[in-house]
């Protein structure tokens, strides 16, 4: 979904330069401070599952070298429950696992290195209490539970050990939906988080920013503050970060730095637009994949589009009072076809079919498959994934006018 050419950027300019003569058709809207959009949060799925993908993991580093402040989240907003210093921390599902502490790696074992039972040293109304008794304790750790906080000790994968080991007899069993945390330095438990009445979030502390590994031996950092939840018995985790801040994340890798100032503008107008049309509903609005805009955090920001995002803030495109569905692409052929034709759905009156025949910069490719590399490619996709058989065939119903003939 990387911009290359300078001809859908053109098509957005000329509609922010036709809004005066057709306001009743798509316009730029701009939104106040006074009105909310200050404190405008887009939600990133960045571990999630939905009918197009699934990106979810059973356990992930995260790093920041400013520490932690770790709380709540209620919808766009962030409370405090305590700090802890710890610069590299990884998260998994409250159950027994094998867990590579330095590599953030792991998955469910019965006979791992992390266990999920747990013996209680005592109750207290503070983090700062609770940890003071668990740290007297080699083996001690803070539980975050509903209406406190606990000091335990003996974390392992046999229960009756924690039985035997336990002072007072107190042992207490896996939390359905609760998380454990770990020290990847030491790969020694911090805390569990066990109040599933509430959000469990994380951020970095001074405003810094949260290093996450992205499965291809990189890591990408990235601003605003995370929810983590076990969906399925793995981490589903959402980034909450200002639309701002996204839009200039965005714009680094989608359109960089080497179309002119105008046609910047135009697009981050597509860009800030695109996350406002809540894509996947309500839990978040966008995923970072090409399934919606590529959202890479802080990689390859420049003054430069930072400046233009500052210049436009605000701004976005609407059709009725409401953000538009700012479809983009890197090439289009020559012509783009209309929504009800490409999705079958509806009609979208500004989602039609525009030629471009004109254009001599268009991208003109053509792939060739074997049968059987066409049959492994669809069956690849999750919407095919239950084929069977090596009889596939393939049947021409219908072409829209922007289909060439076969």
């Given amino acids: 979904m990387r911009l290359a050419n300078r001809r859908f950027v053109a098509f957005v300019l000329a509609i922010v330069f036709c809004i005066g003569t057709f306001n009743a058709f798509l316009s730029v809207k701009e939104v106040s401070a006074e009105g909310g ?31 932690f402040d770790i709380g709540y989240a209620s919808g766009s907003n962030f409370s405090t429950a305590f700090s802890i210093s710890s610069k590299s921390i990884v998260i998994l599902p409250h159950v027994n696992a094998s867990v590579n502490a330095s590599t ?64 007072n007899g107190i042992v207490t069993a896996p939390v359905s939906g609760g998380l454990t945390v770990l020290d990847s330095n030491t790969g020694k438990i911090l805390f569990t988080f066990e109040d599933t009445s509430r959000r469990f979030a994380l951020r970095a502390r001074n405003g810094g920013t949260v290093a996450l590994p992205t499965g291809e031996s990189t890591v990408r950092n990235y601003y605003g503050f995370f929810e983590y939840s076990v969906s399925g018995g793995k981490l589903k985790m959402i980034n909450c970060v200002p639309l701002e801040m996204y839009t200039k994340c965005v714009m680094s890798v989608e359109i960089g730095t080497n179309f002119s100032a105008e046609n910047r503008k135009a697009f981050s107008l597509l860009v800030r637009t695109f996350a406002m049309a809540c894509k996947h509903g309500s839990d978040f609005n966008v995923c970072p994949t090409t399934c919606c805009q590529v959202y890479p955090g802080t990689y390859r920001m420049s003054e430069s589009n930072n ?58 490719w053509e792939h060739t498959y074997t049968k059987q590399e066409f049959y492994e490619y669809i069956k690849s996709r999750k919407a095919f994934s239950s084929l069977s058989g090596k009889n596939l065939s393939m049947k021409i119903l219908s072409t829209d006018r922007t289909t060439p003939t076969l």
């Fill in 37 to 67: 959009y200050k404190d405008r949060i887009v939600r990133v799925g960045m571990y999630v599952s939905t009918s197009l993908i699934d990106t979810r993991r059973f356990s992930a580093k995260n790093t920041s070298s400013t520490g």
């Fill in 104 to 167: 953030g790696n792991g998955s469910p074992s019965e006979n791992g290195n992390i266990g999920a039972y747990s013996a209680v040293i005592g109750a207290f109304s503070s983090w700062s209490a609770a940890h003071n008794a668990a740290s007297a304790f080699p083996d001690g750790f803070v539980a975050v539970v509903k209406g406190g906080f606990e000091a335990r000790r003996f974390p392992s994968t046999n229960a009756q050990t924690v039985i035997e080991k336990s002072n």
């Fill in 307 to 364: 400046a233009i995002v500052d210049a436009t803030r605000g701004m976005y495109l609407t059709y009725n009072g409401s953000p538009i569905s700012a479809q983009y692409h890197i090439s289009n052929g020559g012509a783009t076809c209309s929504a009800l034709a490409a999705w079958g759905s509806r009609s979208v009156p500004y989602l039609t079919t525009v030629f471009q025949e004109e254009d001599k910069e268009g991208i003109k």
